[in-house]
């Protein structure tokens, strides 16, 4: 699910028409770690910008991501003393780009 404003530009004449966007996307995200194996989730907070160009029945469009989102682990192990339990949190930041090509 997107929310966020979106403008659509079409000319009066016959050329392309241009849409450009900005969204808010909340999300679930996780991480898993070779570790600890472990798997680690949680709610994360993404921000989508992007522009597409249409012209006729071919679109060409570019599309970046980014968010973050905070993930805890935890794994037991056991020396001299007995077993111990041990937690680490983690904070990570995420973006990607992509490019459309449509028919």
């Known amino acids: 699910m997107h929310v966020g404003p979106s403008v659509t530009v079409t000319p009066p004449v016959k050329r392309p028409q241009i849409r450009a966007y900005f969204r808010y996307t909340p999300s679930v995200t996780a991480i898993a770690s070779d570790i600890t194996d472990n798997i680690s989730a949680d709610y994360g907070n993404f921000f989508v910008k992007g522009v597409s160009i249409f012209y006729k029945l071919i679109f060409l469009g570019v599309?970046?991501?980014?968010?973050?989102?905070?993930?805890k682990?935890?794994?037991?192990?056991?020396?001299?003393?007995g077993w111990y339990k041990y937690s680490e949190k983690q904070k990570t930041k995420t973006s990607s780009t992509r490019f459309c090509l449509g028919f």
């Open 73 to 81: 682990f935890t794994f037991e192990d056991e020396d001299s003393y």
């Open 63 to 71: 599309e970046s991501w980014w968010g973050n989102g905070k993930y």
